[in-house]
């Protein structure tokens, strides 16, 4: 029930899992603004005493495999469920700011704070960026709720909202504002306190992207500082410049601004794209031009997830860990094993840890470099537990024999192998899916990949702003009268984490089929072709999309040290630290370490005991695709839920041979 982005998107997604969904009329509810969507039946087997093992259900779009054992055994069909398993959908959720709409959440939340960091003031995101996420999370809680039925635990309902799903893109910016101990970096007061320089009290250097002699515009990408030097030195450009320039460059990740040297852009500017290519190709710089929109339409895969069901014969089937009839969290039970870095990895790790299952981290000898980076919450990076809490960790030399034996007898030990390594390395490891079907035959690999086989060009590495100039994400984002450019804002990283750890839900649906592991793989290209099929957004809507100024607005200054804005919304957050400490935002964060640290989006509940809208739908004959596919409505919840959790808790240390281990670091001590 209703019409939103975030409601179409997640109708969409529970679609691709192979859903059924019909639609209900009429007003959301109030508890869910947004609208809300859940299950109304799943296969027969599923729910408390099942096994997981029906032969159907979520997951079965497009995903290959199918169960080997020749349909539902049950002969069960599909059951109605009782009670409503779903997720309500909202615009503040447990944040106490009125928001209206994506614009509202945007200011309020501190996205357009970020995105026009830059450019010396906020600026609204040209796609609805908030309301793509919430939907995506919002499928993955319903899709999290069929797993602990297909487990055998309890029926459970959720909700989400835009704000939330903001707040977590904005997470490691939120975090290092509020940090205890923050950094300096070249240029300002540090850009992990008032950030940058200050975007009220600066008029901003150049920024990417560039524009070469003959028009073309163009994002260039390297994490190697001699490749750097190599690039502009074959550019002539001025070696102070060059030096002055990589600092920011290096850093624009976590700060949102990237103010370079003039003269740097001036050396594009005096070639054509020939020479800057060849350039680059000669000091191994990427490169991605800035893509027209239609110009990055790309087919997309068969399955969103790239889904593929072990398809040995012999592998031999085996059940999930059953779900407890009291448990609270859908994933609790399971283990994920993740080998990941920077931001899409480890958010996907987070989210299934704060879906409840156990997460340990595979880090190099001495842990993971992004543990010691400015500005420090204690005694670890206030980036880092942003996106790592609640996590343990092993020390593993994978370059060692030892260190990968240690590696697979892990892996073996775990429900979900995650990984974002660059394709085959696993393999290269003995971690690939073939390697590891004998010790670990149900196990569920997900590679959260960046280009998704589709390069601009071979070796192209596959990082945030390359994306969203190649898959027309930086078209979107410009406003009236703005040239097209990448956000500096993380937004592919963030919302291709998500769209991993969904990945690793539908192949965990998909295993409950065919009992065998599975693989699935993700993309950046993914995230960028979601925000291009969500299309232009609202927030800036028929106004300019640069924010209103402060004090425009007449009520007081209630959160984020921002008032009411006079165009039906609050004035853009410019203070991230003053937001995470005003008592509206107290219900979406917990301090860490000295660190504001994002709360988990969604809340789960057991289903409340009341009829809900499915019953009416399933008498007008709401459509299922097939007597296995579980059919799901877009409808009023009855029964409301106003629990918050997703908190984690400390969880017993992976077990691990020694040999190749270094050091193992407990969950406790990553909070």
Sequence with gaps: MGDSVALRIAAARLEALGCAVSRVGG???????????????????????????????????????????????????????????????????????????????????GLAHLHGRAHGAPRFLGVDYASVCAGVLAAQAVAACALALARGGPALSASVSAAQAALLAAGPYV???????????????????????????????TVPPFRSADGARFEIETLDAE???????????????????????????????????????????????????????????????????RDAEEPAPASEWRLRAQDDADVPVSALAPLGPEAAAPLAGLRVVEATNRVQGPLAGLLLA????????????????????????????????????????????????????????????????????????????????????????????????????????????ATDYLVQAHGGVADLLAGPGQEPAPSLLTLTDVLGGILAAEGALAALLLRTRTGAGVRARTALSDAARLLRRAGRGTAPGDRSSTAPERGSGTAPERWGGTASGGRGGPVPVEDLAAMAAAPAFAAAFDTVGGASCVRAPWGFAPAADAEGPHDGAIRRGAPVRDDLAPSVTVGAHSGTSSKITGEETPRATPSTSPDGAVAVHTPAENR
């Design 27 to 109: 007003s959301p509810p109030r508890q869910a603004p947004a609208g809300w969507i859940g299950l109304v039946a799943v296969p027969g087997e599923w729910g408390p005493g099942g096994n997981g093992l029906g032969g159907g259900g979520l997951a079965g779009g497009g995903s290959g495999g199918g169960d080997r054992r020749g349909g539902n055994p049950g002969g069960e069909g599909t059951r109605v469920l009782p009670v409503p398993v779903g997720c309500a959908i909202g615009w503040s959720g447990p944040v106490a700011v009125p928001m209206a709409g994506e614009r509202g959440v945007q200011a309020a939340c």
């Design 227 to 293: 490749v750097w030097l190599r690039f502009w030195t074959g550019l002539g450009a001025a070696p102070s410049a060059i030096a002055a320039g990589w600092p920011p460059f290096q850093r624009r990740f976590a700060t949102a601004v990237c103010p370079l040297p003039p003269e740097l852009p001036a050396a594009i500017a005096a070639v054509d794209l020939a020479r800057v290519r060849l350039a680059a190709r000669h000091a191994g710089m990427s490169l991605a031009l800035v893509r027209d929109v």
């Design 354 to 461: 704060m879906l409840g299952a156990e997460v340990v981290r595979v880090e190099p000898p001495g842990g993971d470099p992004m543990r010691g980076v400015a500005p420090m919450a204690g005694d670890r990076s206030a980036r880092f537990l942003a996106l790592n809490r609640g996590k343990g960790a092993v020390e593993i030399d994978l370059k060692t024999a030892a260190g990968r034996r240690t590696a697979r007898d892990l892996a073996a030990t775990a429900d979900v192998l995650l990984y974002n390594w660059p394709p085959g390395r696993a393999e290269g490891f003995g971690l690939g899916p073939d390697d590891l079907a004998g010790p670990a035959p149900g196990l569920v690999h997900v590679h959260a990949d960046g280009w998704g086989g589709r390069a601009p060009e071979p070796g192209a590495l």
């Design 175 to 205: 975090a290092a504002a509020t940090a205890p101990e923050r950094g300096v970096s070249a240029g300002g007061a540090g850009p992990f306190g008032r950030e940058v320089p200050d975007a009220r009290d600066s008029v901003p250097a």
